[in-house]
């Protein structure tokens, strides 16, 4: 099992590009979660889908964009992108969103700057 | 609304030594709380996690966290830790009513020899 995989690893956009980050998990998982991670912020969380077919705002979704592609895949798109939005983005999946015995499971990370 | 404060930005330690993560919390309602590890360049593992039952909590790679309702604690400890537990360390927590996972800021351990 590859667990939560995130394409690209790395991306440099200019002010004003559009991107879309990928994100795919092999667990039958059937929550999934959009996170960014800013210095001395910790993670805050920016987009999830309880379930496939749901999407549903966090707590930063301002300039961003997501599609629940089916159970397995979650993007994520900066539709505009400004240097506010430099950041490591995580994607993440659980079980069932909201369950007691709920864990989400991380993946490596997309680094984006944007210049 | 929920909240997590990690006191400490960095901890350095010296290997074989004992270290205590501290991590607070905020909320009015029951919670469940979890600790994550995040190796450099990498995502993040979870170390551990208190749903219910006892307050004492065994994680991976010999970590344990205490909870503690009435000092709204849940601190991460090790007895000796080695230079490969360098990494950023997170206390998140999410109640059971309100189903967000909130993350504290983060701790950085600094295992040196």
Redesign the interface.
């Known amino acids: 099992n590859a667990g ?1 995989t995130q394409t690209p690893k790395f991306q440099v956009l200019k002010t004003g590009q559009s991107m879309t980050l990928q994100c795919a998990q092999d667990m039958n998982h059937n929550s999934m979660y959009w996170y960014r991670q800013d210095p ?6 920016i987009y ?1 889908s309880a379930s496939e077919g749901t999407t549903d705002k ?2 930063v979704p301002n300039g961003y964009n997501v599609s629940r592609l089916n159970k397995r895949e979650f993007s994520l798109r900066l539709e505009s992108a400004a240097p506010s939005q430099t950041s490591v983005y ?1 994607c ?1 999946s659980s079980e069932v ?2 369950t ?10 997309t680094r984006l700057l944007v210049l | 609304a929920q909240s ?1 404060t990690q006191l400490d ?1 960095q901890v350095p330690v010296f290997e074989e030594a004992p270290v205590e993560l501290r991590c607070n919390y905020s909320s009015s309602v029951s919670v ?1 709380l ?1 600790w ?1 590890v995040q190796y450099p ?6 170390l551990l ?1 208190y ?2 039952g006892s307050t004492l909590v065994k994680g991976i790679n010999g970590f344990e966290a205490e909870f503690n309702k009435s000092q709204t604690s849940f601190h991460l400890r090790k007895p000796s830790v080695h230079i490969s537990d360098t990494a950023e360390y ?1 206390c998140a927590v ?1 109640n ?1 009513g309100f ?3 909130v ?4 701790t950085r351990l600094l295992v040196s020899p």
């Open positions: 939560v001395g912020m910790g993670l805050r969380l999830y966090g707590e995580f993440a969103h909201g007691v015995q709920e864990t989400q499971y991380f993946g490596p990370g | 997590v930005s469940y979890f994550y360049n990498q995502g993040l593992q979870l996690k749903l219910s997170f999410r059971t189903q967000k996972l993350f504290g800021t983060g």
